[in-house]
Structure formats: C-alpha cells, structure tokens
C-alpha cells in the first residue's frame, strides 16, 4: 500500500467573520480525531453520529471510532449506501433517524467520514437537526479534500436539477489524512484532479505549471506523497481564500464554479452517477474553455494547455450526445441562473477568469457543437 511521508500537519485557518475553523492536513489523521476535537473545544461525553459508506468504512470505521471512544466521546456509526444516486431526500430521512436514536441534541455533533456525497448530505442532515448542529467534515477522496469539504456548502440532488436542496452550513473543522487516498479507486483519483485543475485555471497558474511538469496525474502513486502534499495544500488554500471573501456565494465566489455549469447538465441528463462529478467537471471545462476561446477571450494555446492537463488526468474531454432542447432547458434551470439570465465562469487567461451573463443560446450551442468533435 502506497504510504504518506509523515510530516507535521499543515493548519490552513478559514477566518469566517462568525465562525472560523481550521483545515488540517496530515497524516494519521483518522487516528487523531478524537484529539483534533478536544484541541477545538468539544468536551468528553459528547454524542457523535459520523456518517459514512461501506467503501470507507471497511478500511476506516473502526480506527475512526476507536480514536473518538479513547478521548472520551460516544460515537454511533451509520453506514449509507454510497454514490451521487444515493443524494437524495431519503438519504437526508435515514441521517435524521439516526440522529433520534442516538438522541443528539444541539450540543452534539455529525461527522462526515467520505467523499463529496457523504459530506454534502451529512453538512445538510447537520444544517437541518434541531435547527442547526455542528458537523465536522474528514473528506477521503481528493474532490472532498480540494473542494466539496471546504466552504460550507451543503445539499442533495432534485430530480430536475443537482444540488438545488440545500444550505450554508461551515463545518467546525476540515481534517485531511492523505493516507486515505491509498484506498481510492483510480477513477475517483482522476475525477478529484479535476477540481484541482480547475483551481490552477482559476486562481494558480503556479499551480498549473506544477501540474504541466508532471509526467502522469492519473495515480497517487504516479504523482508522489510530496507533490501531492502541494497540491492538497495550494488547492485547499485556494479555496479558502474565495470563501473567506465570500462565504455564502453572493460574489467572487460564483467563479469556484467553472467548468461546473455545463457539467451539472451532463450529471442532471445523462443520470446522477453515470458520470463522476469531477468526470462532468472536466468536460464542463472544455466545453466553456471552447466558449472563451469563440468569445476570443483567451488564445487557442490556452484551450489547448487546459485540455492537454485534463487528458493527463485520464478524464473524459467529449461532449456526450444530449439534445439541445434538453440541455438548454437544463441549463435554465441551474441554481447559478440569476434574473432568468444563465451565467457561465468563462476564463480570460490561465489563473484568471470571470463571470459572463451575456452568453448566447446560439454560442452555447456552437461551442458544444465543436467540443462533440
């Protein structure tokens, strides 16, 4: 099993206006939870549900819980079916269940012991237990590490539409133990390089020239435990930079969703869970990277390098065949639609971009057009 040098943990602070936190990265961390939540407050006796899947769960549970137990907390584990198809209501219904059994009050605590869909949904369960309880988030994939975890934003999936149920909700603490990765299928590795792509596009072109160099993104053990270390710590710090300006979306924050307008249309028709999130992120990318560069707001050199990055990656790059009808429609319905007006996060260069409301239907259906080829 590929190992984490051990190192010191690196404390990223979200300095909120009412409430700050920390992002903690290190390893062991799955064997640190219990100290990490005495160090911030949390008393012994405290009633803790954490919410996983059976994927993390076998490998993780029990160290976990073994860990909250010897600081003096009482855990009560519940294992949820995993993938963005269980992102739903129901889902939110068996959180709340669990919670009155366990007989949390709103002193107690959720933790999130998963990737994306796990945190979205137990933030959300958490935002909505008595009004409002704390959550604590331990992401296990890299999208959760680089981005699902950060910033507060929780919810599950409508039918017509992703992650239109939902709630602000920051977390108490972020705690990343890259070791986890060591068990992460080599798809949802690739996936969650998407997100870190999008943060070098957005936000680091150090980042993404770190990422050029780079022979092989597809693996953990391809990239390196120092490198990745980087790499988790510039996207994490990234991240958190846009929340601190804008904690509940209301501004600069709108451009963490590049790439993801187009993508939740490819989740939203193609089926929750055809596509990984970040597999429709990467294609999302393209596809708008296509429209800045008909808008002439960035150079086809630039088009190409993103699109190069995000081969490397191993994620998909092609437009799948939807009807335009249907796409348009679905794009009207995004939670970003403002005014009845469809905003896209297009890029006027590596490291910088913008948001558009502007965009055409005609532009939009050129641009999908030329990424279909």
């Given at each position: 099993?590929?190992?984490?040098?051990?190192?010191?943990?690196?404390?990223?602070?979200?300095?909120?206006?009412?409430?700050?936190?920390?992002?903690?990265?290190?390893?062991?961390?799955?064997?640190?939870?219990?100290?990490?939540?005495?160090?911030?407050?949390?008393?012994?006796?405290?009633?803790?549900?954490?919410?996983?899947?059976?994927?993390?769960?076998?490998?993780?549970?029990?160290?976990?819980?073994?860990?909250?137990?010897?600081?003096?907390?009482?855990?009560?584990?519940?294992?949820?079916?995993?993938?963005?198809?269980?992102?739903?209501?129901?889902?939110?219904?068996?959180?709340?269940?669990?919670?009155?059994?366990?007989?949390?009050?709103?002193?107690?605590?959720?933790?999130?012991?998963?990737?994306?869909?796990?945190?979205?949904?137990?933030?959300?369960?958490?935002?909505?237990?008595?009004?409002?309880?704390?959550?604590?988030?331990?992401?296990?994939?890299?999208?959760?590490?680089?981005?699902?975890?950060?910033?507060?934003?929780?919810?599950?999936?409508?039918?017509?539409?992703?992650?239109?149920?939902?709630?602000?909700?920051?977390?108490?603490?972020?705690?990343?133990?890259?070791?986890?990765?060591?068990?992460?299928?080599?798809?949802?590795?690739?996936?969650?390089?998407?997100?870190?792509?999008?943060?070098?596009?957005?936000?680091?072109?150090?980042?993404?020239?770190?990422?050029?160099?780079?022979?092989?993104?597809?693996?953990?053990?391809?990239?390196?435990?120092?490198?990745?270390?980087?790499?988790?710590?510039?996207?994490?710090?990234?991240?958190a930079k846009i929340v601190v300006l804008d904690e509940r979306e209301g501004g600069i924050r709108a451009i963490l969703n590049y790439g993801h307008t187009f993508g939740h249309v490819?989740?939203?028709?193609?089926?929750?869970?055809?596509?990984?999130?970040?597999?429709?992120?990467?294609?999302?990318?393209?596809?708008?990277?296509?429209?800045?560069?008909?808008?002439?707001?960035?150079?086809?050199?630039?088009?190409?390098?993103?699109?190069?990055?995000?081969?490397?990656?191993?994620?998909?790059?092609?437009?799948?065949?939807?009807?335009?009808?249907?796409?348009?429609?679905?794009?009207?319905?995004?939670?970003?639609?403002?005014?009845?007006?469809?905003?896209?996060?297009?890029?006027?260069?590596?490291?910088?971009?913008?948001?558009?409301?502007?965009?055409?239907?005609?532009?939009?259906?050129?641009?999908?057009?030329?990424?279909?080829?």
């Amino acid at each position: 099993m590929f190992s984490i040098v051990k190192r010191e943990a690196h404390r990223i602070p979200i300095a909120l206006e009412h409430q700050s936190y920390e992002v903690v990265i290190g390893g062991q961390g799955i064997k640190a939870i219990g100290e990490e939540l005495l160090m911030i407050g949390f008393k012994k006796g405290l009633k803790i549900l954490v919410i996983t899947n059976p994927d993390v769960a076998e490998p993780y549970s029990e160290l976990f819980i073994k860990s909250l137990k010897k600081s003096g907390f009482v855990p009560t584990l519940l294992v949820l079916e995993a993938g963005e198809g269980q992102k739903n209501q129901k889902s939110i219904g068996l959180i709340h269940d669990a919670a009155y059994s366990s007989k949390l009050e709103r002193g107690s605590l959720m933790i999130a012991l998963g990737g994306g869909v796990i945190g979205d949904m137990t933030g959300f369960a958490a935002a909505t237990w008595l009004r409002g309880i704390s959550v604590v988030q331990v992401p296990t994939t890299l999208l959760a590490m680089v981005d699902a975890s950060i910033g507060g934003k929780t919810g599950v999936n409508h039918p017509q539409g992703k992650n239109l149920i939902g709630a602000f909700h920051q977390p108490k603490l972020v705690l990343i133990d890259p070791e986890t990765l060591s068990t992460l299928p080599t798809r949802e590795f690739k996936a969650g390089m998407a997100e870190v792509i999008k943060y070098a596009v957005i936000l680091d072109p150090e980042l993404f020239n770190l990422l050029e160099e780079l022979s092989d993104l597809t693996s953990l053990s391809k990239i390196g435990s120092q490198t990745l270390e980087k790499i988790l710590i510039r996207s994490a710090k990234a991240k958190a930079k846009i929340v601190v300006l804008d904690e509940r979306e209301g501004g600069i924050r709108a451009i963490l969703n590049y790439g993801h307008t187009f993508g939740h249309v490819i989740e939203t028709l193609c089926g929750y869970g055809t596509w990984l999130h970040g597999e429709a992120v990467a294609i999302g990318m393209v596809a708008v990277g296509e429209l800045a560069l008909q808008r002439k707001n960035w150079k086809k050199e630039e088009a190409d390098r993103q699109k190069s990055l995000l081969k490397k990656a191993g994620l998909p790059t092609k437009w799948p065949k939807l009807n335009l009808d249907e796409v348009i429609n679905t794009l009207h319905g995004d939670k970003k639609v403002k005014d009845g007006v469809i905003r896209f996060v297009i890029a006027n260069k590596i490291g910088e971009v913008k948001v558009y409301n502007d965009v055409t239907k005609n532009e939009i259906i050129n641009c999908l057009s030329k990424v279909n080829e």
